[in-house]
Protein backbone atom coordinates (compact mmCIF):
# COMPACT_ATOMS: atom_id res chain seq x y z
CA UNK A 1 0.00 0.00 0.00
CA UNK A 2 1.13 3.58 -0.92
CA UNK A 3 1.43 6.16 1.83
CA UNK A 4 1.16 8.91 -0.90
CA UNK A 5 -0.43 9.03 -4.33
CA UNK A 6 -0.06 12.49 -6.00
CA UNK A 7 -2.31 12.98 -8.97
CA UNK A 8 -0.27 15.06 -11.22
CA UNK A 9 3.13 16.47 -11.99
CA UNK A 10 2.49 20.01 -12.60
CA UNK A 11 4.15 22.66 -9.89
CA UNK A 12 1.76 21.46 -7.22
CA UNK A 13 2.15 17.75 -7.60
CA UNK A 14 5.81 18.34 -7.97
CA UNK A 15 6.60 20.27 -5.26
CA UNK A 16 4.27 17.70 -3.27
CA UNK A 17 6.23 15.28 -4.54
CA UNK A 18 9.60 16.87 -2.99
CA UNK A 19 8.16 17.36 0.50
CA UNK A 20 6.56 14.50 0.91
CA UNK A 21 9.65 12.45 -0.09
CA UNK A 22 11.72 14.26 1.68
CA UNK A 23 9.51 13.47 4.32
CA UNK A 24 10.63 9.84 3.63
CA UNK A 25 7.29 8.80 2.58
CA UNK A 26 8.24 7.84 -0.95
CA UNK A 27 5.49 9.26 -2.88
CA UNK A 28 3.81 7.96 -6.24
CA UNK A 29 3.52 10.52 -8.85
CA UNK A 30 1.06 9.78 -11.55
CA UNK A 31 1.61 12.04 -14.54
CA UNK A 32 -1.84 11.66 -15.95
CA UNK A 33 -1.70 12.18 -19.69
CA UNK A 34 0.28 15.65 -20.05
CA UNK A 35 3.07 15.10 -17.79
CA UNK A 36 4.53 18.33 -16.58
CA UNK A 37 1.35 20.03 -17.18
CA UNK A 38 0.08 23.06 -18.60
CA UNK A 39 3.21 24.68 -17.70
CA UNK A 40 5.23 22.73 -20.61
CA UNK A 41 3.18 24.26 -23.32
CA UNK A 42 4.70 27.81 -22.06
CA UNK A 43 7.56 29.29 -23.67
CA UNK A 44 9.67 31.66 -21.58
CA UNK A 45 8.05 31.82 -17.64
CA UNK A 46 9.77 35.45 -16.26
CA UNK A 47 7.48 35.61 -12.98
CA UNK A 48 9.08 32.12 -11.29
CA UNK A 49 11.15 33.65 -8.29
CA UNK A 50 14.91 32.93 -8.97
CA UNK A 51 15.17 33.24 -12.89
CA UNK A 52 15.86 36.87 -13.48
CA UNK A 53 16.73 35.46 -17.19
CA UNK A 54 13.07 33.52 -16.95
CA UNK A 55 13.12 29.56 -17.42
CA UNK A 56 11.48 28.04 -20.36
CA UNK A 57 8.36 25.97 -18.58
CA UNK A 58 9.22 22.27 -19.84
CA UNK A 59 12.71 22.86 -18.05
CA UNK A 60 11.32 23.67 -15.02
CA UNK A 61 8.81 21.48 -14.40
CA UNK A 62 11.65 18.75 -15.42
CA UNK A 63 13.98 20.11 -13.29
CA UNK A 64 11.81 19.97 -10.54
CA UNK A 65 11.03 16.31 -11.31
CA UNK A 66 14.35 15.56 -11.28
CA UNK A 67 14.70 17.19 -7.73
CA UNK A 68 11.77 15.40 -6.12
CA UNK A 69 13.22 11.99 -7.58
CA UNK A 70 16.32 12.34 -5.84
CA UNK A 71 14.65 11.92 -2.69
CA UNK A 72 12.91 9.57 -3.38
CA UNK A 73 9.78 10.44 -5.72
CA UNK A 74 8.53 7.50 -7.99
CA UNK A 75 6.95 9.14 -11.21
CA UNK A 76 4.83 6.73 -13.37
CA UNK A 77 3.13 7.86 -16.45
CA UNK A 78 -0.16 6.52 -15.70
CA UNK A 79 -3.67 7.84 -15.68
CA UNK A 80 -6.57 7.55 -12.87
CA UNK A 81 -9.48 6.23 -14.33
CA UNK A 82 -11.55 5.96 -11.37
CA UNK A 83 -11.22 6.70 -7.32
CA UNK A 84 -12.88 4.97 -4.67
CA UNK A 85 -12.40 7.50 -1.87
CA UNK A 86 -15.25 5.74 0.78
CA UNK A 87 -13.01 3.10 2.31
CA UNK A 88 -9.79 3.14 3.76
CA UNK A 89 -6.87 2.83 2.49
CA UNK A 90 -8.40 4.47 -0.49
CA UNK A 91 -8.64 2.58 -3.80
CA UNK A 92 -7.51 4.33 -7.06
CA UNK A 93 -7.54 2.46 -10.75
CA UNK A 94 -4.60 3.66 -12.13
CA UNK A 95 -4.02 2.37 -16.26
CA UNK A 96 -6.97 -0.50 -15.08
CA UNK A 97 -4.95 -1.42 -11.54
CA UNK A 98 -5.94 -1.16 -8.29
CA UNK A 99 -3.74 0.97 -6.29
CA UNK A 100 -4.18 1.26 -2.38
CA UNK A 101 -3.13 5.09 -0.72
CA UNK A 102 -3.13 6.20 2.88
CA UNK A 103 -3.50 9.54 1.49
CA UNK A 104 -4.14 11.21 -1.84
CA UNK A 105 -3.02 14.07 -2.94
CA UNK A 106 -4.92 15.95 -6.02
CA UNK A 107 -3.47 18.29 -8.28
CA UNK A 108 -4.30 17.35 -11.65
CA UNK A 109 -4.23 20.73 -12.53
CA UNK A 110 -6.69 22.02 -15.81
CA UNK A 111 -6.67 21.58 -19.21
CA UNK A 112 -7.86 24.13 -22.33
CA UNK A 113 -10.99 25.85 -22.36
CA UNK A 114 -12.49 25.23 -25.90
CA UNK A 115 -14.94 27.24 -27.77
CA UNK A 116 -17.65 24.86 -28.33
CA UNK A 117 -17.90 25.39 -32.02
CA UNK A 118 -18.22 22.07 -34.03
CA UNK A 119 -16.62 23.40 -36.92
CA UNK A 120 -13.46 24.24 -34.01
CA UNK A 121 -13.78 20.49 -32.97
CA UNK A 122 -13.80 19.54 -36.60
CA UNK A 123 -10.23 21.40 -37.48
CA UNK A 124 -8.68 20.73 -34.28
CA UNK A 125 -5.21 19.72 -35.16
CA UNK A 126 -5.89 20.68 -38.69
CA UNK A 127 -5.48 24.17 -38.39
CA UNK A 128 -7.21 24.83 -34.76
CA UNK A 129 -4.86 24.19 -31.65
CA UNK A 130 -4.82 24.96 -28.06
CA UNK A 131 -0.93 25.85 -28.05
CA UNK A 132 1.10 28.25 -30.15
CA UNK A 133 4.07 26.69 -28.78
CA UNK A 134 3.46 23.18 -29.62
CA UNK A 135 2.61 24.01 -32.92
CA UNK A 136 2.96 27.29 -34.03
CA UNK A 137 6.60 26.64 -35.93
CA UNK A 138 4.53 23.58 -38.01
CA UNK A 139 5.06 24.51 -41.66
CA UNK A 140 1.31 25.20 -42.12
CA UNK A 141 1.39 28.24 -39.83
CA UNK A 142 4.50 30.01 -41.83
CA UNK A 143 3.90 33.54 -43.31
CA UNK A 144 0.37 32.78 -42.74
CA UNK A 145 -1.97 35.21 -41.60
CA UNK A 146 -2.64 33.43 -37.82
CA UNK A 147 -5.77 34.18 -35.42
CA UNK A 148 -5.20 34.07 -31.75
CA UNK A 149 -8.60 34.13 -30.02
CA UNK A 150 -8.63 35.69 -26.00
CA UNK A 151 -8.15 38.34 -23.92
CA UNK A 152 -5.83 37.06 -21.01
CA UNK A 153 -1.82 36.42 -20.36
CA UNK A 154 -2.38 33.03 -22.63
CA UNK A 155 -3.29 34.63 -25.48
CA UNK A 156 -1.06 37.71 -25.27
CA UNK A 157 1.62 35.51 -24.78
CA UNK A 158 0.57 32.77 -27.72
CA UNK A 159 0.07 36.05 -29.98
CA UNK A 160 3.67 37.41 -29.23
CA UNK A 161 4.94 33.66 -29.62
CA UNK A 162 3.41 33.27 -33.18
CA UNK A 163 4.72 36.81 -35.15
CA UNK A 164 7.82 34.51 -35.11
CA UNK A 165 6.17 32.54 -37.96
CA UNK A 166 2.68 34.59 -38.90
CA UNK A 167 2.57 36.95 -41.54
CA UNK A 168 -0.11 38.51 -39.19
CA UNK A 169 -1.62 37.25 -35.81
CA UNK A 170 -5.34 38.83 -35.39
CA UNK A 171 -6.21 38.88 -31.65
CA UNK A 172 -9.53 38.21 -31.58
CA UNK A 173 -11.51 39.38 -28.04
CA UNK A 174 -14.78 39.48 -26.88
CA UNK A 175 -14.55 42.73 -24.95
CA UNK A 176 -12.57 46.38 -25.72
CA UNK A 177 -9.91 46.00 -22.85
CA UNK A 178 -7.26 43.04 -22.32
CA UNK A 179 -7.48 40.95 -19.08
CA UNK A 180 -4.02 40.47 -19.44
CA UNK A 181 -1.57 42.03 -16.95
CA UNK A 182 -0.48 45.59 -17.52
CA UNK A 183 3.09 44.37 -18.88
CA UNK A 184 2.12 41.64 -21.33
CA UNK A 185 -1.15 43.73 -22.28
CA UNK A 186 1.73 46.90 -23.55
CA UNK A 187 3.80 43.85 -25.03
CA UNK A 188 1.33 42.81 -27.06
CA UNK A 189 -0.55 46.06 -28.15
CA UNK A 190 3.12 47.33 -29.14
CA UNK A 191 3.43 44.51 -31.44
CA UNK A 192 3.10 45.75 -35.25
CA UNK A 193 2.39 42.39 -36.21
CA UNK A 194 -0.47 42.00 -33.73
CA UNK A 195 -3.59 43.30 -34.76
CA UNK A 196 -6.76 43.27 -32.32
CA UNK A 197 -10.18 42.98 -33.48
CA UNK A 198 -12.24 43.77 -30.42
CA UNK A 199 -15.61 43.27 -29.28
CA UNK A 200 -15.72 40.51 -31.04
CA UNK A 201 -16.08 36.61 -31.26
CA UNK A 202 -15.75 33.48 -33.20
CA UNK A 203 -18.83 32.04 -34.68
CA UNK A 204 -17.18 29.44 -37.35
CA UNK A 205 -14.02 28.07 -38.16
CA UNK A 206 -14.06 28.23 -41.90
CA UNK A 207 -13.34 25.70 -43.93
CA UNK A 208 -14.73 22.45 -42.82
CA UNK A 209 -15.88 21.30 -46.37
CA UNK A 210 -11.84 22.09 -47.66
CA UNK A 211 -10.84 19.86 -44.09
CA UNK A 212 -8.27 22.81 -43.24
CA UNK A 213 -8.60 26.27 -41.61
CA UNK A 214 -9.35 28.96 -44.17
CA UNK A 215 -10.41 31.56 -41.89
CA UNK A 216 -13.12 32.48 -39.54
CA UNK A 217 -16.07 34.18 -39.13
CA UNK A 218 -16.06 36.44 -36.86
CA UNK A 219 -19.02 38.47 -35.27
CA UNK A 220 -19.25 42.23 -33.56
CA UNK A 221 -20.57 41.75 -30.31
CA UNK A 222 -21.91 45.48 -30.28
CA UNK A 223 -23.32 45.30 -33.65
CA UNK A 224 -24.37 41.69 -34.96
CA UNK A 225 -22.28 42.68 -37.95
CA UNK A 226 -20.34 39.37 -39.37
CA UNK A 227 -17.06 39.04 -41.28
CA UNK A 228 -14.79 36.96 -42.71
CA UNK A 229 -10.71 37.20 -41.32
CA UNK A 230 -8.99 34.84 -43.31
CA UNK A 231 -6.25 32.42 -41.75
CA UNK A 232 -4.11 29.52 -41.58
CA UNK A 233 -4.27 28.91 -38.27
CA UNK A 234 -6.84 29.30 -35.03
CA UNK A 235 -5.20 29.41 -31.66
CA UNK A 236 -7.69 29.42 -29.03
CA UNK A 237 -6.84 30.55 -25.66
CA UNK A 238 -9.59 30.95 -23.68
CA UNK A 239 -8.79 29.78 -20.23
CA UNK A 240 -9.03 26.34 -18.93
CA UNK A 241 -11.66 24.37 -17.17
CA UNK A 242 -9.79 21.93 -13.87
CA UNK A 243 -9.40 18.08 -14.79
CA UNK A 244 -11.79 17.04 -12.18
CA UNK A 245 -13.88 15.17 -13.38
CA UNK A 246 -12.76 11.70 -11.92
CA UNK A 247 -13.76 12.74 -8.30
CA UNK A 248 -16.92 14.46 -9.15
CA UNK A 249 -19.56 12.83 -6.38
CA UNK A 250 -16.48 12.00 -4.05
CA UNK A 251 -15.01 15.41 -3.35
CA UNK A 252 -17.07 18.96 -2.96
CA UNK A 253 -16.22 21.10 -5.81
CA UNK A 254 -18.12 24.29 -7.04
CA UNK A 255 -20.38 24.44 -10.35
CA UNK A 256 -17.30 25.17 -12.52
CA UNK A 257 -15.51 21.87 -10.97
CA UNK A 258 -12.80 23.55 -9.01
CA UNK A 259 -12.02 21.53 -6.08
CA UNK A 260 -12.80 23.27 -2.65
CA UNK A 261 -10.39 22.94 0.23
CA UNK A 262 -12.14 22.75 3.43
CA UNK A 263 -9.02 23.36 6.08
CA UNK A 264 -6.16 24.62 4.41
CA UNK A 265 -5.17 22.01 1.62
CA UNK A 266 -7.63 19.29 3.09
CA UNK A 267 -10.33 18.18 0.86
CA UNK A 268 -14.45 17.22 2.41
CA UNK A 269 -12.66 14.00 2.87
CA UNK A 270 -9.94 13.23 5.50
CA UNK A 271 -6.75 12.22 4.10
CA UNK A 272 -7.30 13.69 0.45
CA UNK A 273 -5.66 16.62 -0.02
CA UNK A 274 -5.82 19.38 -3.01
CA UNK A 275 -2.84 21.77 -4.64
CA UNK A 276 -2.65 23.37 -7.73
CA UNK A 277 -4.61 25.04 -10.83
CA UNK A 278 -7.73 21.87 -10.21
CA UNK A 279 -8.60 24.38 -6.90
CA UNK A 280 -7.21 27.29 -7.67
CA UNK A 281 -9.84 29.70 -10.19
CA UNK A 282 -8.05 33.35 -8.49
CA UNK A 283 -3.92 33.31 -8.72
CA UNK A 284 -3.55 30.23 -10.95
CA UNK A 285 0.26 30.61 -11.05
CA UNK A 286 3.49 28.57 -11.44
CA UNK A 287 4.37 29.60 -7.71
CA UNK A 288 1.02 29.84 -6.13
CA UNK A 289 0.44 25.75 -7.25
CA UNK A 290 4.27 25.38 -5.94
CA UNK A 291 3.37 27.01 -2.47
CA UNK A 292 -0.34 24.91 -2.11
CA UNK A 293 1.76 21.45 -3.42
CA UNK A 294 3.98 21.94 -0.31
CA UNK A 295 1.08 22.70 1.89
CA UNK A 296 -1.04 19.70 0.60
CA UNK A 297 2.43 17.72 1.16
CA UNK A 298 2.94 18.82 5.00
CA UNK A 299 -0.72 18.50 5.83
CA UNK A 300 -0.79 14.66 3.94
CA UNK A 301 2.82 14.48 6.40
CA UNK A 302 0.80 15.21 9.32
CA UNK A 303 -1.76 13.79 9.19
CA UNK A 304 -0.61 9.90 8.37
CA UNK A 305 1.75 10.76 11.18
CA UNK A 306 -1.51 11.25 13.51
CA UNK A 307 -2.89 7.61 12.09
CA UNK A 308 0.56 6.39 12.88
CA UNK A 309 0.46 8.35 16.73
P1 LIG B 1 -7.82 33.97 -18.32
O1 LIG B 1 -6.99 34.96 -17.59
O2 LIG B 1 -8.99 33.35 -17.65
O3 LIG B 1 -8.30 34.68 -19.67
C1 LIG B 1 -9.19 34.03 -20.54
C2 LIG B 1 -9.56 35.01 -21.65
O4 LIG B 1 -10.39 34.34 -22.58
C3 LIG B 1 -10.29 36.22 -21.14
O5 LIG B 1 -9.85 37.36 -21.83
C4 LIG B 1 -11.75 35.89 -21.47
O6 LIG B 1 -12.50 37.03 -21.78
C5 LIG B 1 -11.62 35.05 -22.70
N1 LIG B 1 -12.69 34.06 -22.81
C6 LIG B 1 -13.12 33.16 -21.88
N2 LIG B 1 -14.09 32.38 -22.37
C7 LIG B 1 -14.30 32.80 -23.64
C8 LIG B 1 -15.18 32.38 -24.67
N3 LIG B 1 -16.03 31.36 -24.48
N4 LIG B 1 -15.12 33.03 -25.84
C9 LIG B 1 -14.25 34.04 -26.03
N5 LIG B 1 -13.40 34.49 -25.11
C10 LIG B 1 -13.41 33.86 -23.93
O7 LIG B 1 -6.95 32.73 -18.84
P2 LIG B 1 -5.41 32.66 -19.28
O8 LIG B 1 -5.04 33.78 -20.17
O9 LIG B 1 -5.20 31.28 -19.76
O10 LIG B 1 -4.62 32.85 -17.92
C11 LIG B 1 -4.87 31.95 -16.83
C12 LIG B 1 -3.96 32.32 -15.67
O11 LIG B 1 -2.62 32.00 -15.99
C13 LIG B 1 -4.00 33.82 -15.31
O12 LIG B 1 -3.90 33.96 -13.94
C14 LIG B 1 -2.75 34.35 -15.99
O13 LIG B 1 -2.23 35.49 -15.35
C15 LIG B 1 -1.81 33.16 -15.89
N6 LIG B 1 -0.83 33.17 -16.99
C16 LIG B 1 0.35 33.84 -16.78
C17 LIG B 1 1.29 33.89 -17.80
C18 LIG B 1 2.56 34.61 -17.56
O14 LIG B 1 2.65 35.32 -16.57
N7 LIG B 1 3.57 34.46 -18.40
C19 LIG B 1 1.06 33.26 -19.03
C20 LIG B 1 -0.17 32.60 -19.22
C21 LIG B 1 -1.10 32.57 -18.18
P3 LIG B 1 -12.87 38.12 -20.65
O15 LIG B 1 -11.62 38.91 -20.44
O16 LIG B 1 -13.97 38.89 -21.28
O17 LIG B 1 -13.29 37.34 -19.45
Not at 105 to 111: H, V, Y
Request: charged fraction near 20%.
Amino acid sequence: MEKVVIIGTGCAGLTAALYTARANLAPLVLTGRQPGGLLTTTTIVENFPGFPEGVDGYELVTRMQKQAEKFGARVQFATVDAVDLTQRPFGLTVDGERVEAQTVIIASGAGHRHLGLDSEHALENKGVTYCATCDGALPMFRNQPLVVVGGGDSACEEANYLTRFGAVVYLIHRRDTLRASKVMAERTLANPKIKPIWNAVVTEVLDVKQDKVTGVRVKDVNTGAERVVDCAGVFVAIGHVPNTQIFKGAITMDEAGYIIPQHGQQTNVPGVFVAGDCSDHVYRQAITAAGLGCAAAIEAERYLAGLCG
